[in-house]
């Protein structure tokens, strides 16, 4: 499965895209928009743990993990 190139892409509801990558296997992936933007941090157990980060100062602003008693991811 190749990966999207990496382009602007226009949406109404969300801003500006800065960058959009979808994650296949080991890549890394990185999610932005045009004020915060989403990092995977690592896996602490058999999910992958996002670190919700503000664009300009880089500082976190809160976590989205998967939640099991709701299975479901949440923030």
Not at 2 to 8: M, T, V
Not at 11 to 31: A, K, P, Q, R
Not at 46 to 63: D, F, H, P, Q
Request: hydrophobic letters at 30%; one cysteine or more; aromatic letters at 12%.
């Amino acid at each position: 499965m190749p990966l999207p190139p990496n382009e602007d892409v226009e949406d109404d509801n969300m801003g500006l895209l800065n960058s959009l990558v979808i994650t296949y296997n080991d890549l890394i992936i990185e999610h932005q928009f045009e004020y915060i933007h989403f990092v995977e941090t690592g896996r602490k157990t058999k999910t992958v743990v996002w670190s919700c980060r503000n664009n300009r100062s880089n500082e976190e602003l809160g976590e989205v993990r998967w939640h099991s008693a709701w299975r479901q991811y949440c923030y």
